[in-house]
T-cell receptor, first 114, second 113 residues
Framework: DTGVSQDPRHKITKRGQNVTFRCDPI?????LYWYRQTLGQGPEFLTY????????KSRLLSDRFSAERPKGSFSTLEIQRTEQGDSAMYLC????????????FGPGTRLTVT | DQQVKQNSPSLSVQEGRISILNCDYT??????FLWYKKYPAEGPTFLIS?????DKNEDGRFTVFLNKSAKHLSLHIVPSQPGDSAVYFC????????????FGTGTRLTIIP
């Protein structure tokens, strides 16, 4: 069990550029979540997949954000036309057991928009 | 609207003593509660959880207490060890939802050797 992995760990980009992050969940987990964490705050929910279906998106996820999980395995989160306010830690988590609400987080991708 | 609140941004405890971290919530739909520990530059690590049908759950040095009437939970760590120094997040989830977690703002715990 290799745990949840995220790539890249750090990304510095200029305002207006597009960025894409990848998350590989724990292999048997069918649920995948994206969260965003800014300084001094707890993680905030962005979106959720069950297998390949995106079932919910937060109001935090503007039209510039899109997430996919094409084969129900890894997921990507793309931010178009980045803004300085997008600077944050983007966290991915996965879970499986219906009777358990525990989510297991990856190390995160730290995005800095200059 | 902060549905999960951790009112103490920081806490310092002597090594070997008990650490008590507190969390309050406002949403009555929450029925599952979790504590996560976070080191710098890492993702949150799951510690312990409790369902709303229980009032206590214990795992080694960690115990979580839930008071549903007060909408309050606490995490007890005893004895506290230097490796426990980290930021602790309380999180809550609602039954029959997508199990998304709503987090508090965290408490930075420092264990003094």
């Amino acid at each position: 069990d290799t745990g949840v992995s995220q790539d890249p760990r750090h990304k510095i980009t200029k305002r207006g550029q597009n960025v894409t992050f990848r998350c590989d969940p724990i292999s048997e987990h069918n649920r995948l979540y994206w969260y965003r964490q800014t300084l001094g705050q707890g993680p905030e929910f962005l979106t959720y997949f069950q297998n390949e279906a995106q079932l919910e998106k937060s109001r935090l996820l503007s039209d510039r954000f899109s997430a996919e999980r094409p084969k129900g395995s890894f997921s990507t989160l793309e931010i178009q036309r980045t803004e300085q306010g997008d600077s944050a830690m983007y966290l991915c988590a996965s879970s499986f057991n219906r009777d358990s609400y525990e989510q297991y987080f990856g190390p995160g991708t730290r995005l800095t928009v200059t | 609207d902060q549905q999960v609140k951790q009112n103490s941004p920081s806490l310092s405890v002597q090594e070997g003593r008990i650490s008590i971290l507190n969390c309050d919530y406002t949403n009555s739909m929450f029925d599952y509660f979790l504590w996560y520990k976070k080191y710098p530059a890492e993702g949150p690590t799951f510690l312990i959880s409790i369902s709303s049908i229980k009032d206590k759950n214990e795992d080694g040095r960690f115990t979580v207490f839930l008071n549903k009437s007060a909408k309050h939970l606490s995490l007890h760590i005893v004895p506290s060890q230097p490796g426990d120094s980290a930021v602790y997040f309380c999180a809550a989830s609602a039954l029959f939802g997508n199990e998304k977690l709503t987090f508090g703002t965290g408490t930075r715990l420092t264990i003094i050797p």
